[in-house]
């Protein structure tokens, strides 16, 4: 069962006692959401909801519209009935295995989604003691397997930029070392050799190189240690 409302989305906390709700303020919320009326048809759709069954706005939005008490995905749970209490001011939670969204809604053929094992909720919007809308909220349960492999992505990649940020330093000292020796035996070129000359010259090539690479590996790691605060996301989400 979902618990809800859904804590981190601070428009859906303010269900019940907000003095005004408006479908934008959804838009780019992490938990797909519908808006529908008090009849239930789709009023808004947001872009987590168009992503997760590649549904079309146009029709879902569009006469005939998507119709929550039309939606055999859910009748055929009998889940109708429960679900009408919204309409008294109740929030109504349910799990849903193998469902998907009517399919002629779909962007097109090709995309098609196979049933998904997901959560519900049902959440009114209430405005001077007086239901107004209804926030259909949606919690894709058959990815978390793929959660949690983004979980242990994420570990390792941060554990691979903590060593190559360790080598980098461990390499960065002795280069440093070498290149400062190489500039203080060329600034004496007057009392060295052609041949002398030439091979620091090329020892100071290949330093800088290095120290090229270098930075160009702490960039790199730069990125991949985002990885952790990925992972803290995705474990809280």
């Keep these: 069962m979902v618990q809800g409302p859904y804590p981190h ?13 408006h479908p934008g303020c959804c838009e780019h919320c992490s938990v797909p959401l519908m808006i529908l009326d008090v009849d239930g048809s789709a009023i808004h759709i947001n872009e987590a909801l168009k992503l997760l069954w590649d549904i079309s706005p146009e029709k879902v939005l569009s006469e005939p519209r998507y119709n929550l008490y039309h939606d055999f995905g859910l009748s055929e749970h009998g889940l109708i009935d429960n679900m009408l209490g919204a309409l008294e001011g109740k929030t109504f939670h349910c799990e849903l295995p193998k469902y998907c969204f ?5 962007i097109s053929e090709s995309c098609r989604q196979h049933p998904r094992n997901i959560a519900i909720s049902l959440i ?9 809308s209804l926030y259909l909220a949606y919690h894709d349960e058959s990815r ?3 959660v949690k492999k983004l979980q242990r992505s994420c570990t390792q990649l941060a554990t691979i930029a903590s060593s190559v940020n360790d080598l980098k330093h461990d390499l ?9 020796n190489a500039q203080l035996l060329l600034s004496k070129s007057s009392m060295l050799s052609e ?9 100071l090539k290949a330093a800088d190189r290095m120290k090229g690479l270098l930075e160009q590996y702490h960039t ?3 990125l991949l ?5 990925v992972e803290d996301l995705v474990a809280t989400d």
């Design 172 to 180: 960065n000292n002795p280069l440093l070392l070498i290149i400062g």
């Design 9 to 21: 989305c601070s428009i859906v906390a303010q269900f019940g006692n907000s003095s005004r709700q």
């Design 220 to 222: 790199i790691t730069s």
């Design 195 to 203: 041949d002398v000359i030439n091979k620091l010259e090329k020892i």
């Design 144 to 146: 978390i397997h793929d």
């Design 102 to 106: 009517p399919s002629e809604f779909f």
């Design 124 to 132: 009114p919007s209430i405005l001077e003691g007086k239901v107004q």
């Design 225 to 229: 240690e985002k990885s952790r605060e």
